[in-house]
């Protein structure tokens, strides 16, 4: 069962020299698009192109696809080109409104298929539809192209059947290979059929199309349609007149409320609001419930007089109540869906923000961790070796040196002797001053009671022996001592 889905690994044949499509006069061919000098030419036979179109209208709710059967060429000026003359429709698939998937059922029933065509005719490229989604190559899409169809002049076709578009891919020359889509295509088909391959040309040209759309014609539009017109009946005919005389009237209805709304409304503007309240016999609502009640009378009237079931109008207008409704609803759908996913974005945004902080916390707790973890581990490497425990200890008693620690307790001391000295100074000045003022007292009461003194008794300080002994004895804690004292220096 692999062995039937991997295409890729299949021997690749060497594209052979042939002429091309356009230059043969036994094919018509023309130009869809416009097909650039760089693009890979891709010649699509006509009834292919039309049978994968009839395909893709088919069914617009999923994807379908299918496989391209024909060959590859080069032509003698050594360009390449592709031929495609079949196609496959694939069958057994997994599809949905996006996707398009290959199963093994698939490409069992594709080549069993195939043994019925001649060996020469290869499997070219594939296609697929993309309703409503536009032309282009989804990462599904690229991943069939890259496995199954990677060979370097392999195809691939997209068709919106709901936007009318349709575009070829090929593999691009450049490295990575990948594909690119082509700007044309050339339609071909056999020479007698060259009105029909122009008509069919022209609608993919989005050019004016003389008939109906023309992938649903007939194959043969040379001769124009024959019109019988002898076995009509006249009850035909009276059906016809009918059915325009009804039309004529719809018309003149229609005209006839417009003008009255016209005149009206013309009426309204020159009243006053008064005269508008009081003299309104319908309102708003009312006026447009009784045109909708005439417009349904009047299209009633027509639906019964042409099929026989005015029941048809009724359900026409429950199915478009139910649409409308359905029509609300999905907007309310899609305004919740839209706030929800507004906060969704508005709560992601703020759960990253808290990661982050939350991250960066941890960042920094961590770096702050081996920081400590470092400064320990320092610490104990130096308290593990005996040269470093002196400066352990300087670290531990707030990263003082000891010679400095033992210099200011010095320098402390020598401060408070210092100072201790200097008061035991001044407590003794004090003492001096003392004595020196009890012993003036002393020499006013001697030289009241007129005894005789010779000039060094009466100032102390002339003889360096006195003052000496004076110092001394201001240490006494009386005067009298000190009267003693001198009476005995007298004597």
């Known amino acids: 069962m692999d062995d039937e889905i991997q295409l890729g690994e299949m021997a690749q044949a060497q594209p052979q020299i042939s002429i091309r499509p356009d230059d043969d006069a036994h094919f018509s ?78 490409w069992r029933e594709i080549t069993r298929q195939r043994e019925g065509f001649r060996p020469d005719l290869e499997m070219v490229g594939w296609y697929h539809t993309h309703p409503g989604w536009g032309v282009f190559l989804s990462g599904m899409d690229l991943f069939i192209c890259n496995n199954f169809f990677n060979r370097a002049l392999d195809v691939a076709l997209v068709i919106d059947p709901c936007k009318q578009e349709r575009g070829w891919f090929y593999w691009a020359d450049s490295s990575p290979a990948k594909k690119r889509q082509s700007q044309g295509f050339i339609l071909t088909t056999n020479r007698l059929r060259s009105v029909e391959l122009e008509q069919y040309a022209n609608f993919y040209n989005k050019e004016p199309v003389l008939n109906q759309d023309p992938r649903y014609s007939p194959q043969n539009t040379s001769s124009p349609p024959v019109v019988v017109m002898e076995n009509r009946r006249i009850i035909s005919e009276v059906s016809i007149a009918g059915l325009l005389v009804l039309q004529f009237i719809f018309l003149c209805f229609l005209t006839y409320n417009q003008w009255a709304d016209s005149k009206t409304s013309s009426v309204d503007q020159s009243l006053t609001t008064q005269t508008r309240t009081a003299n309104a016999e319908l309102t708003a609502d009312e006026i447009l419930s009784a045109k909708e009640s005439a417009y349904r009378e009047i299209l009633t009237a027509i639906v019964a007089h042409e099929t026989g079931y005015p029941q048809l109008v009724d359900q026409y ?48 707790m961590a770096e702050t961790h081996e920081r400590a973890k470092a400064a320990l581990k320092k610490r104990f490497q130096q308290a593990s070796h005996p040269d470093n425990e002196a400066e352990l200890l300087s670290s531990s008693m707030g990263q003082i040196n000891p010679k400095w620690y033992w210099a200011i307790f010095g320098g402390t001391g020598l401060a408070t002797l210092a ?28 030289k009241s009671l007129d005894l005789p003194r010779t000039s060094q008794e009466i100032n102390p300080q002339a003889s360096p022996t006195n003052a000496s002994e004076m110092f001394f004895v201001s240490n006494s804690p009386t005067p009298g001592l000190l009267r003693q004292k001198e009476k005995f220096n007298l004597d």
């Not at 617009?60 to 060959?71: D, M, T």
């Not at 100072?419 to 003036?440: C, I, P, V, Y």
């Open 419 to 446: 100072t201790g000295f200097f008061l035991n100074q001044s407590s003794r000045k004090k003492d001096f001053d003392d004595t020196n003022a009890s012993l003036s007292e002393q020499e006013i009461s001697d």
């Open 317 to 364: 207008t429950k199915l478009q109540v139910s649409q409308n409704q359905l029509q609300s609803s999905y907007q309310n759908q899609q305004l919740l869906i839209e706030n929800l996913t507004s906060k969704n974005l508005d709560y992601q945004i703020a759960l990253q923000q808290k990661q982050r902080a939350h991250d960066q916390k941890l960042s920094e």
């Open 29 to 106: 061919t023309k130009v869809v698009g416009q097909t650039a000098s760089d693009d890979l030419t891709i010649f699509v036979d006509l009834d292919v192109q039309r049978d994968m179109e009839a395909h893709a209208l088919s069914n617009a709710n999923v994807e379908l696809g299918g496989v391209l059967l024909g060959r590859q060429f080069i032509d003698h000026a050594g360009k390449p080109f592709v031929v495609i003359s079949d196609c496959l429709r694939a069958t057994h698939f997994e599809a949905t409104k996006g996707t398009f998937k290959f199963t093994h059922e698939t």
